[in-house]
Nanobody, 122 residues
Protein backbone atom coordinates (compact mmCIF):
# COMPACT_ATOMS: atom_id res chain seq x y z
CA UNK A 1 0.00 0.00 0.00
CA UNK A 2 1.39 3.38 -1.01
CA UNK A 3 -0.90 6.24 -0.16
CA UNK A 4 -0.70 9.73 -1.60
CA UNK A 5 -2.99 12.43 -0.26
CA UNK A 6 -3.76 15.59 -2.20
CA UNK A 7 -6.29 18.40 -2.48
CA UNK A 8 -5.41 20.54 0.50
CA UNK A 9 -5.12 24.30 0.33
CA UNK A 10 -6.28 27.63 1.67
CA UNK A 11 -10.02 28.29 1.82
CA UNK A 12 -12.25 30.82 3.51
CA UNK A 13 -14.62 29.79 6.28
CA UNK A 14 -17.79 28.36 4.81
CA UNK A 15 -16.00 27.08 1.75
CA UNK A 16 -15.38 23.56 0.48
CA UNK A 17 -12.48 21.32 -0.43
CA UNK A 18 -12.21 17.76 -1.64
CA UNK A 19 -9.26 15.68 -0.54
CA UNK A 20 -8.14 12.62 -2.47
CA UNK A 21 -6.05 9.66 -1.39
CA UNK A 22 -4.68 7.43 -4.13
CA UNK A 23 -3.01 4.07 -3.69
CA UNK A 24 -0.29 3.45 -6.22
CA UNK A 25 -0.08 -0.11 -4.95
CA UNK A 26 -3.55 -0.80 -6.37
CA UNK A 27 -4.68 -2.73 -3.31
CA UNK A 28 -7.09 -0.22 -1.81
CA UNK A 29 -10.15 -2.44 -2.09
CA UNK A 30 -8.65 -4.81 0.48
CA UNK A 31 -8.57 -2.21 3.24
CA UNK A 32 -10.81 -0.11 5.37
CA UNK A 33 -9.82 3.52 4.91
CA UNK A 34 -9.78 6.52 7.18
CA UNK A 35 -8.99 10.19 7.33
CA UNK A 36 -7.29 11.75 10.33
CA UNK A 37 -6.07 15.25 11.03
CA UNK A 38 -3.49 16.89 13.22
CA UNK A 39 -3.46 20.55 14.16
CA UNK A 40 -0.31 22.25 15.48
CA UNK A 41 0.34 21.24 19.06
CA UNK A 42 -2.47 18.70 19.11
CA UNK A 43 -2.72 14.95 18.81
CA UNK A 44 -3.80 13.27 15.63
CA UNK A 45 -7.56 12.81 15.67
CA UNK A 46 -10.04 10.70 13.78
CA UNK A 47 -12.16 12.40 11.12
CA UNK A 48 -13.95 9.74 9.08
CA UNK A 49 -13.71 6.12 7.95
CA UNK A 50 -15.22 3.99 5.22
CA UNK A 51 -15.54 0.22 4.95
CA UNK A 52 -13.97 -1.96 2.29
CA UNK A 53 -16.95 -1.76 -0.03
CA UNK A 54 -17.86 1.82 0.78
CA UNK A 55 -21.21 0.74 2.16
CA UNK A 56 -20.54 1.85 5.73
CA UNK A 57 -19.11 5.08 7.05
CA UNK A 58 -18.44 6.67 10.42
CA UNK A 59 -17.61 10.26 11.36
CA UNK A 60 -16.27 12.28 14.22
CA UNK A 61 -19.03 14.35 15.81
CA UNK A 62 -17.16 17.54 14.93
CA UNK A 63 -17.48 16.91 11.18
CA UNK A 64 -20.71 14.98 10.94
CA UNK A 65 -23.15 16.54 8.44
CA UNK A 66 -20.34 18.65 6.95
CA UNK A 67 -17.84 16.08 5.67
CA UNK A 68 -18.42 13.02 3.49
CA UNK A 69 -16.03 10.13 2.92
CA UNK A 70 -16.31 7.94 -0.15
CA UNK A 71 -14.21 5.57 -2.19
CA UNK A 72 -13.84 4.41 -5.77
CA UNK A 73 -12.08 1.06 -5.67
CA UNK A 74 -11.83 0.95 -9.46
CA UNK A 75 -9.68 4.08 -9.24
CA UNK A 76 -7.93 3.02 -6.02
CA UNK A 77 -8.92 6.33 -4.50
CA UNK A 78 -10.65 7.55 -1.35
CA UNK A 79 -12.17 11.00 -1.05
CA UNK A 80 -13.07 13.39 1.72
CA UNK A 81 -15.54 16.07 0.69
CA UNK A 82 -15.39 18.90 3.19
CA UNK A 83 -18.15 21.50 3.23
CA UNK A 84 -18.96 24.43 5.51
CA UNK A 85 -15.35 24.56 6.61
CA UNK A 86 -14.47 26.28 9.87
CA UNK A 87 -11.16 27.75 11.09
CA UNK A 88 -10.97 24.90 13.62
CA UNK A 89 -10.78 22.44 10.70
CA UNK A 90 -7.30 23.77 9.95
CA UNK A 91 -4.87 20.86 10.15
CA UNK A 92 -2.72 18.45 8.20
CA UNK A 93 -5.04 15.73 6.92
CA UNK A 94 -3.81 12.17 6.59
CA UNK A 95 -5.36 9.19 4.87
CA UNK A 96 -4.68 5.74 6.23
CA UNK A 97 -5.46 2.09 5.55
CA UNK A 98 -6.45 -0.63 8.00
CA UNK A 99 -7.14 -4.33 7.83
CA UNK A 100 -10.18 -3.71 10.04
CA UNK A 101 -13.45 -3.13 8.17
CA UNK A 102 -14.42 0.11 9.91
CA UNK A 103 -12.61 1.68 12.84
CA UNK A 104 -11.93 5.05 14.51
CA UNK A 105 -8.88 3.80 16.36
CA UNK A 106 -5.70 5.39 15.04
CA UNK A 107 -3.65 2.47 16.35
CA UNK A 108 -5.40 0.02 14.03
CA UNK A 109 -4.24 1.78 10.86
CA UNK A 110 -1.11 0.22 9.40
CA UNK A 111 -0.43 2.42 6.38
CA UNK A 112 -0.32 6.22 6.20
CA UNK A 113 -0.07 8.83 3.49
CA UNK A 114 2.18 11.86 3.82
CA UNK A 115 -0.55 14.39 4.70
CA UNK A 116 -2.01 17.41 2.99
CA UNK A 117 -2.43 20.80 4.66
CA UNK A 118 -5.86 22.40 4.92
CA UNK A 119 -5.99 26.00 6.11
CA UNK A 120 -9.34 27.68 6.75
CA UNK A 121 -9.25 31.44 7.18
CA UNK A 122 -11.86 33.35 9.16
Amino acid sequence: VQLQASGGGLVQAGGSLRLSCADSGRTLSSYGMGWFRQAPGKEREFVAAVSWSGGSTVYADSVKDRFAISRDNAKNTVYLQMNSLKPEDTAVYYCAATSFPLTRNVRTYQYWGQGTLVTVSS
